[in-house]
């Protein structure tokens, strides 16, 4: 999954691992400080719905930048150019208005405590078990992504042996989550974003200026790699070639509503986040204030990935030598001086332990409420489940750690996660989109077409394209591709289901279908929620025509 090249070892001293020793003692010191307003399991799995919206928004955005995105986006920015952008623009800003703006008020409103349970209400027990079971799966896979991602860089920059690394961020984790519960990730993820930054802006303008700045970098690629290769939209006709190996409608359909969609406003890593806020209000705001600076990432993740190509033109050209994945260390190793290098790693590692965390602490709250307590163990005291939800968490770790060598086989991280989420998010949001906007839609159409969109993915995948049945150019074509099938295969069961089976009763769907409301879930807003920089409608418009901007300059 990440083949590092050899020589990449940084030369840390004693005060970069000061650094690294202050940033763990922080973290643990978060978890005990967290403790303290653990008192029941709505506290422990969704911080008793108590945190303000810039808190669960920083977290919102920081629950995805985990280090496989870092390193696997700066990959991207230097396999594909520019292309990259659309993971971010809009594979990501459209998605995370809708969900903030369309889908927050049915999830909060409910007064769910994860996505499947909302399933239970609108489509009864077969559709929530099979989507619990899917996320679990999902959700211990994604985990362990991040924990062996992390061993291999950590072996490959500072010599720790793979077993040490996985035991030690593995430890952290399980320390913090279980002591401390969500508030402990959210404000870990919170802490972990500033430090995520703070190793990579300096990373950005250092190799900036060692290119000769934005003029420097441009020139040296449009002559290395064409003037498409800083473009967005060129090349992506019908029929024509670029990197990427997708065209426009792909890019729009596959990644920008299919995958991005499916992601976005189904995954619980993410809605967790939202469904932790103090209210209605903070919930709509949670993603609509993560978009800002999500919009803003491509310039320190992106745009490094097209800096080391500058600096090591032979990135990616052989299997010996320099890989894509190499190019956030190397600018690592040839940039950075002592102390800020400790701060690099550190955040490095607190991008790794953000993306482990935010897996590891839906698992614990899906597995616990929609799974153990709705199946096995029905009626338990509340304090049973909180001791569960500690127990799961450890389990969760643990299985992380096995399931991580999955994805040894797949040579690009973005590929391999693209492929999971196109397999469980996509099917998943097709129920979800579906359910909540056609009254009629019954629960048999929604367990029929959950199960028979993720099949189709996996059909997609594995027989038609790995067989060489359909020709895809490229793996990420082909994750694009079977989103597109699992949505229509998805949509089409759904639809023929309904037409042959009995919807639920027009008054069992209040809240839970557009344009209804549950009885005694008005919400009056919090003082200041009415402030006209906090309406959601303004922030969320507001996302999306500045993400809207962002392409200009690649689009020329």
Known sequence: MITLAEGLRLPTNGLDYTILAIYFVVVLGIGFAAKRSVKTSLDFFLSGRSLPAWVTGLAFVAANLGATEILGMAANGAQYGAYTVHWYWIGAIPAMVFLGLVMMPFYYGSKVRSVPEFLLHRFGPSSHLLSSVIFAVSSVLIAGVNLYAMAIVLQALLGWPQWVAIVVAGVFVLAYITIGGLSSAIY?????????????????????????????????????????????????????????????????????????????????????????????SAAKRTPLIAAFPKIFIPLVVVVPGLIALVMEPTLGKSKDGLQYNDAIPV????????????????????????????????????????????????????????TTGRVVTAVGVLIGMGTAF?????????????????????????????????????????????????????????????????????????????????????????????????????????????????????????????????????????????AAICYIPFSL
């Open 188 to 280: 870990n993820e919170v802490l972990q974003f500033f430090v995520i930054l703070a190793a990579l802006i300096p990373l950005t303008i250092v190799g900036l200026k060692r290119v000769g700045g934005w003029d420097g970098l441009t020139d040296s690629l449009n002559s290395s790699h064409g003037d498409a290769f800083l473009t967005a939209w060129k090349g992506t006709g019908i029929g024509e070639a670029n990197p990427l190996g997708a065209n426009w409608l792909t890019i729009v359909l596959g990644l920008g509503f299919v995958m991005s969609f499916g992601y976005w406003t189904t995954n619980f890593a993410e809605v967790q986040r939202a469904l932790s806020a103090k209210n209605l």
């Open 331 to 386: 600018l690592m190793r040839d940039l950075l001086p002592n102390g800020v290098l400790g701060i690099a790693v550190t955040g490095l590692l607190a991008a790794f332990m953000a993306g482990m965390a935010a897996n590891v602490s839906s698992f614990n709250t899906v597995f616990t409420n929609d799974i153990w307590a709705a199946y096995l163990k029905k009626g338990r005291e509340d304090r049973y489940y909180l």
């Open 406 to 546: 999955i994805a040894s086989s797949f040579s690009n991280i973005m590929n391999y996660l693209q492929t999971l989420f196109s397999f469980f998010n996509v099917p998943l949001f097709v129920v979800f989109i579906i359910g909540m906007f056609w009254k009629r839609t019954s629960a048999a159409a929604g367990f029929w077409g959950l199960l028979s969109g993720t099949v189709a993915a996996m059909v997609n995948y594995f027989w038609l394209y790995k067989q060489g049945i359909i020709a895809i150019p490229s793996e990420q074509g082909a994750n694009f591709v079977s989103s597109i099938v699992a949505f229509v295969v998805g949509a089409l069961v759904m639809v023929l289901v309904t037409l042959v089976t009995k919807p639920k009763p027009v008054e069992s769907l209040a809240g839970l279908v557009y344009g209804s409301r549950s009885p005694g879930m008005e919400e009056l807003p919090a003082e200041g929620d009415d402030a006209w920089y906090r309406k959601p409608a303004l922030l969320g418009w507001g996302a999306i025509v500045l």
